[in-house]
């Protein structure tokens, strides 16, 4: 399957973005998926992640509230919807698949991914 993440961008803080990500040549509903981000000089973290029965999230503790994760099966998208951004949010924000069996399977690290897409910049301005 090839990832394609989009929608990142310069936004002030407190404001709002959505990043989507794209799958082709397979589907979500037989992945978990996740998002991950890097910033500058830091190593890449996990943001969020969803089962592939699209029932069971996990969001890291900083962005628990303001982040949310859901799948679109007709689109074959997952998507990440990020409110009262923070500067701290600044960074290239990847999306990751696995393929799995488990509906309830979540994987929270990035070696469990097998597939990524290309990073997609999220600025947050003070």
């Known amino acids: 399957v090839q990832l394609q993440a989009s929608g990142g961008g310069l936004v002030q803080a407190g404001g709002s973005l959505s990043l989507s990500c794209a799958a082709s040549?397979?589907?979500?509903?037989?992945?978990?998926v996740g998002w991950f981000r890097q910033a500058p000089g830091k190593e890449r973290e996990l943001v969020g992640s969803i089962s592939r029965s699209g029932r069971i999230t996990y969001y890291t503790d900083s962005v628990k509230g303001r982040f949310g994760i859901s799948i679109d099966n007709a689109k074959n998208t997952v998507s990440l919807q990020m409110n009262s951004l923070k500067p701290e949010d600044t960074a290239v924000y990847y999306c990751a698949a696995l393929p799995t069996a488990s509906q309830r399977h979540l994987p929270k690290t990035a070696g469990e991914y097998r597939y990524w897409g290309q990073g997609t910049q999220v600025t947050v301005s003070s």
């Open positions: 040549g397979g589907s979500f509903s037989s992945y978990a």
